[in-house]
């Protein structure tokens, strides 16, 4: 299994920005597609970024697109989530996951997830 820890959310005024970031540790077939997704109050859960842990690809859901960009380091430990110009509608809970392909992760198939960090956008 793949273990995820997620880190730098909070509250941000609109317009602002905030870096989340995600420590991965271990790997498994199950782990190559990193990515995000988030839980906004009253709302289904949906995913946001996701990128290939082996090579460059990267996907944004379309509400978020040209905001947010997901990227990982070199040694593909840290998965981050850069959130710009930021509405109310982003705030959420925002969970760090892994799942075998990306594919899967954008149906939510997923093989491993973090606990999350709030991200409230006023």
């Known amino acids: 299994h793949v273990q995820l820890v997620e880190s730098g959310g909070g509250s941000v005024e609109a317009g602002g920005s905030l870096r989340l970031a995600c420590v991965v540790s271990?790997?498994?077939?199950?782990?190559?597609?990193l990515g995000w997704f988030r839980q906004r109050p009253g709302k289904e859960r949906e995913w946001v970024a996701v990128?290939?842990?082996?090579?460059?690809?990267?996907y944004v859901r379309d509400s978020v697109k040209g905001r947010f960009t997901i990227s990982q380091d070199d040694d593909k430990t840290t998965v981050w989530l850069q959130m710009n110009s930021l509405k109310s509608e982003d705030t959420a809970m925002y969970y760090c996951?892994?799942?075998?392909?990306?594919?899967?992760?954008?149906?939510?198939?997923?093989?491993?997830w973090g606990q999350g960090t709030q991200v409230t956008v006023s």
């Open positions: 996951a892994a799942a075998s392909n990306c594919g899967r992760f954008r149906l939510l198939l997923l093989s491993d």
């Open positions: 271990g790997y498994a077939y199950g782990g190559n597609c």
């Open positions: 990128i290939y842990r082996a090579g460059k690809r990267e």
